[in-house]
């Protein structure tokens, strides 16, 4: 570990503790490792996330925030936000002021391919970001990071991670996401041009011992991992895709993006900010636009409190392929529960739901508020079993895999082709605001969006002419009924 970090190019990126000490009885949050404080008793106890706050610099989500949200989209928050489950972000206000005021910004969200099919875990954030996206009604890219997943993987393939990537892109589709705003890539298949630009753009000002102090690195680290952040910072730069936003990056570099992701992918970004907030296009004053984030918690494993699902063990997770009678077992088999030892001590003392692993479950996954609120009151009173909520939880589980299933089972070869073709997406935004985007021409010479360089679109000169004449049409029967009035006068 480099101790020798320049801290005035990491202002957005202090060094976790966790990371700097590495101290085995401290809870450890980064990209490739997720458990939490391991006690004297050697326990290991839950993600502290308001630690997290502190460590990484992060704002919480206050509920002002959120009532300001509720306004600005007229739509009441997603239950992850409403439960806290979606607690932190970076420059979300900033985000809404865009969106009031209708200038542009993208949603940018990835997956890395390392097994054949995705858990629930990997749903949360891909699930929250559908709803981002039906209620912002902006563009949505996906990146695919196979080559992250051959580069810190000793056994895989490239050819191993090239199938996964396939059959996951076929998962992310079966979310439900609009393909007219929605571009899934894949790095191996999708460097080079604009994209390639900007990750050596931002590899260039990322230094050795910065990536050290940031991400872990030691002398052992294989090259390609150390460069992977500045693919994985650069895919949140708009001037990446000019098939979607345009080729003039004077107006492009300044197009921020919204990430939602699991706490532990911040370090990337906090880089990527810093970088950003430097970086100048073509010597001037146009800084490159900052990534906005907003942070998920993460959905525990079922061994309980401080663990993180893993695709690699299937006894840890519940995934998207599994049977209802797997579901089961799993759930009966290897759920920490919070009850008591004993009928009559539960009756008496209660269950703990902060640790409860099918009551958690039942917070990501059950829509209604009431009714989650009235299991945690019966669990904690003693009233509820640990069997009859584990039954609950069962049930709201199978339902949740049986409509992805449902979905999944739709999505072919030619779905996942759409997606990754490289062409112009269409999207509205604000639609009580006046729309300020780069404009793509598609093949038939139309607007994918609005222009946003003072000049009317297609799309806006048909609806100013068809407001003409409406206008028109309007003046010509009040002149008519005027004269019919007069007639009738003179008679």
Wanted: proline share 4%.
């Amino acid at each position: 570990m480099a101790t020798n970090v320049n801290a005035e190019a990491l202002k957005e990126a202090p060094i976790p503790e966790a990371i700097e000490k590495q101290a085995a009885s401290k809870q450890t949050v980064d990209p490739y490792n997720v458990q939490g404080e391991v006690g004297e008793d050697g326990v290991v106890k839950a993600i502290d996330y308001n630690k997290l706050v502190e460590e990484f610099g992060t704002k919480k989500i206050d509920q002002a925030l959120l009532d300001r949200l509720e306004r600005v989209t007229g739509k009441q928050p997603h239950r992850f936000l409403r439960r806290g489950i979606v607690f932190s972000h970076r420059d979300l206000e900033l985000i809404l002021d865009r969106y009031e005021k209708g200038e542009p910004f993208f949603l940018y969200t990835g997956r890395g391919p390392s097994s054949d099919s995705v858990h629930v875990g990997h749903t949360i954030p891909f699930e929250f970001t559908k709803w981002l996206q039906d209620t912002f009604d902006v563009p949505l890219v996906i990146m695919m990071t196979d080559d992250e997943k051959y580069l810190f993987s000793d056994k895989r393939t490239i050819e191993e991670v090239e199938g996964y990537c396939s059959n996951n892109a076929k998962d992310i589709i079966a979310v439900g996401f609009d393909p007219n705003k929605t571009f899934i890539f894949s790095d191996f298949q999708f460097m080079g041009g604009a994209f390639y630009k900007n990750v050596v753009r931002l590899s260039k000002h990322i230094t050795l011992n910065q990536a050290r102090a940031i991400f872990g690195f030691n002398d052992s680290t294989n090259i390609g991992r150390i460069h992977f952040g500045s693919i994985q910072g650069a895919s949140s730069w708009a001037s990446s895709f000019p098939h979607i936003f345009g080729e003039d990056e004077s107006k492009t570099v300044a197009i921020p993006c919204l990430i939602p992701c699991a706490i532990d992918q911040d370090p990337y970004f906090r880089m990527t900010r810093d970088v950003s907030a430097r970086l100048k296009y073509k010597n001037t004053n146009t800084s490159y636009a900052k990534p906005a984030l907003i942070h998920s918690r993460f959905l525990d494993a079922l061994q309980g409190p401080g663990t993180k699902m893993s695709a690699s063990i299937d006894e840890s997770a519940i995934f998207m392929r599994d049977t209802p009678n797997q579901i089961k077992n799993k759930i009966n088999k290897y759920a920490y529960s919070g009850g008591k030892v004993t009928v009559e001590e539960h009756r008496e003392k209660g269950g703990d739901t902060s640790v409860d692993v099918a009551f958690q479950y039942l917070r990501f996954f059950l829509e209604d508020d009431e009714e989650l609120e009235k299991i945690r009151v019966a669990y904690e009173s003693g009233e509820m079993l640990t069997g009859e909520l584990k039954a609950i939880c069962i049930k709201e589980l199978q339902t949740y895999v049986a409509a992805f299933q449902e979905r999944r089972a739709k999505v072919d070869d030619e779905a996942v082709r759409l997606f990754m073709e490289t062409r112009p997406l269409k999207w509205n935004g604000n639609p009580r605001a006046p729309i300020v985007v780069p404009q793509v021409q598609n093949g038939d010479g139309e607007a994918a969006a609005e222009g946003g360089d003072g000049k009317l679109t297609k799309n806006q000169l048909k609806k100013l002419e068809k407001q003409k004449q409406i206008e028109a049409k309007k003046a010509q029967k009040a002149k008519e009924k005027e004269e019919k009035d007069k007639g009738d006068d003179q008679a």
